[in-house]
């Protein structure tokens, strides 16, 4: 899935390429992908894009005071659509445009989890967005040590928690807890301000990392493509003391970890 720094570029590209385009019409390509009834998308007809935002994993799209907030999930992608086919491969929804341009959304696979709401004014208090945390890499440390204090749970599991932290997922959790030589398993409640601090750091530092490659990008990176020094990296030597990274396999997701730099040398399961 697209964490922060791949949904932040992105939203970066959209705007440098489709800024000022006045909106033609909205067209829905999947029966369930428009989550929202009120405001209509056709309000936004004749205004042009602001801009393109995020929030989180998701991309606002701003036509005046109307908002169109898109949540790409695992398999979504948001693209400028140069072939305009009648029923584009996997489409989920297209936006066309006065010049004649238009911007696709679609979805690899057959789950359907993509969305778009359309929302009047300030988004922030309006679902989807009105449950997320902070924004992850703008934490403070002490704000940090609260949230540690007042979710007790498996570190790993709580940088993923976008109720809590906004923008992390699966690879930058892996790469967070590394950075920091923090055990995903470490319960949050015993980390303490020191902790916090190296959580922090390590979140900046892989968004920083994340961003400074995608930007460099075209189009935003395909999962296998994204750097990293123990996400998806299981057997291999770690790129700090060199021993073997582990995994903990789940059905969704694997977390990876150095045993040597995270763990005191202890094997997770």
């Known amino acids: 899935m697209p964490e922060l720094p791949e949904v932040q570029a992105h939203a970066e590209r959209l705007t440098a390429a489709l800024r000022g385009a006045e909106l033609q019409r909205f067209e829905p390509l999947s029966f369930a992908v428009l989550k929202t009834v009120n405001p209509p998308p056709d309000k936004a007809v004749g205004i042009p894009l602001d801009e393109v935002r995020r929030r989180g994993k998701h991309l606002l799209?701003?036509?005046?005071?109307?908002?169109?907030?898109?949540?790409?999930?695992?398999?979504?992608?948001?693209?400028?659509?140069?072939n305009q086919a009648r029923r584009p491969r996997g489409g989920a929804a297209r936006w066309w445009f006065a010049d004649g341009r238009a911007l696709l959304l679609t979805e690899a696979g057959t789950e359907r989890k993509v969305g778009v709401w359309v929302i009047a004014g300030d988004p922030r208090g309006v679902a989807p967005l009105d449950e997320l945390g902070p924004e992850a890499d703008q934490i403070e440390p002490a704000a940090m040590a609260a949230l540690f204090d007042g979710h007790p749970m498996r570190l790993h599991t709580f940088l993923r928690d976008q109720r809590i932290l906004a923008g992390i997922g699966r690879r930058l959790a892996n790469e967070v807890c590394w950075t920091a030589r923090l055990s995903p398993f470490a319960p949050t409640r015993n980390l303490g301000e020191e902790r916090a601090a190296q959580a922090v750091d390590a979140i900046r530092a892989a968004v920083t990392e994340g961003l400074e490659d995608e930007r460099r990008r075209n189009d935003m990176s395909a999962s296998k493509e994204r750097a990293g020094a123990v996400h998806h990296r299981t057997g291999e030597p770690c790129p700090r003391c060199g021993d073997a990274i582990r995994a903990v396999e789940y059905r969704d997701y694997t977390v990876n970890y150095c045993p040597a730099c995270q763990t005191g040398g202890k094997i997770l399961a």
Do not use: S, T
Request: hydrophobic fraction near 40%.
């Open 61 to 82: 799209l701003r036509f005046g005071e109307l908002r169109f907030v898109v949540h790409l999930m695992q398999g979504g992608r948001l693209r400028p659509d140069g």
